[in-house]
């Protein structure tokens, strides 16, 4: 299973390093089109995005079937999120607000089947996700072949980070910047990140890295995910498909009545 992991494999080798983008928009073909653009993995955002469980299940299979990892947010850190993220085949979980070591765990709990955590079993859908037959090898291999991320994206989390990167089965520390940037007083509201909110991202990467954990991060384009790649950032998104769709088609519109035609981001939530 491990091996079929694409977005872990590229974790634990050479640099490290794997590149993502975000799909908020419901649909098997969005999924494939994300897939197919190159990247390691695809995040199905069903905190934030409008995709129904239904959706996500569709989603996870679409994803892996090209080749590259489906990487699911669950809404919030609830048992029965985990549960249908986890048996829809997901290669890994992202879990948002995790602000203390005590919520780190309970992630971990929610993800990993015993002893490890508490997880059920029985489900019939994620071995194909993994392309794998046998139900009994999904069992003895997912707690080692499926990524948990925590999302460091409060004032809290940033006061417990160190405990929180310390915390076992934890395999991400991936910073919400918008939301982070919030909670410390120092909002998102230009390409140029507040000074204050810069050294909390830095020591995020710290912690994690003292911990051997790796660090992800959400950026709002190409430009700004190079900074962060050569800054060391393991695991970062690239783009969302609500944020590329409107950049490209604002950019074709520019281009077509004599502008320049450059790809901008939208105002909101996914670009300042």
Not at 210 to 227: E, H, M, V
Request: hydrophobic share 45%; proline share 5%; net charge negative.
């Amino acid at each position: 299973m491990q091996a079929i992991n694409r977005a872990m494999n590229a974790l634990r080798t050479g640099s490290g390093q794997c590149f993502g983008a975000w799909q908020m928009l419901p649909g098997h073909h969005v999924s494939r089109a994300i897939a197919r653009s190159g990247f390691d993995w695809v995040l199905i955002d069903t905190e934030h995005g409008g995709i129904d469980d239904g959706a996500m299940h569709e989603a996870v299979n679409a994803v892996a079937g090209c080749g590259v990892s489906p990487i699911v947010r669950v809404a919030a850190g609830e048992a029965w999120m985990f549960k249908r993220a986890l048996d829809a085949g997901a290669h890994g979980i992202m879990v948002p607000l995790v602000s203390s070591a005590e919520e780190a765990k309970t992630a971990v709990k929610y993800a990993k089947f015993p002893p490890m955590g508490v997880r059920g079993y029985g489900s019939p859908f994620p071995m194909g996700a993994f392309n794998i037959s046998s139900s009994i090898e999904y069992l003895q291999s997912a707690n080692d072949s499926i990524l948990t991320i925590v999302q460091i994206e409060t004032k809290e989390a940033l006061e417990n980070v160190d405990a929180i990167a310390a915390v076992e089965g934890v395999d991400v520390l991936f910073v919400g910047p918008f939301d982070l940037g919030n909670s410390i007083g120092c909002p998102v509201i230009s390409d140029e990140l507040h000074p204050t909110l810069v050294s909390s991202i830095a020591k995020i990467k710290e912690a994690a890295v003292k911990a051997g954990k790796r660090t992800g991060i959400f950026c709002t384009g190409g430009d700004q995910a190079r900074i962060f790649t050569e800054q060391g950032f393991h695991m970062v998104s690239v783009a969302a498909d609500m944020v590329a769709i409107g950049g490209f088609l604002s950019a074709a519109l520019d281009h077509a009545r004599g502008g320049q035609g450059v790809v901008g981001k939208p105002s909101g939530p996914y670009g300042p």
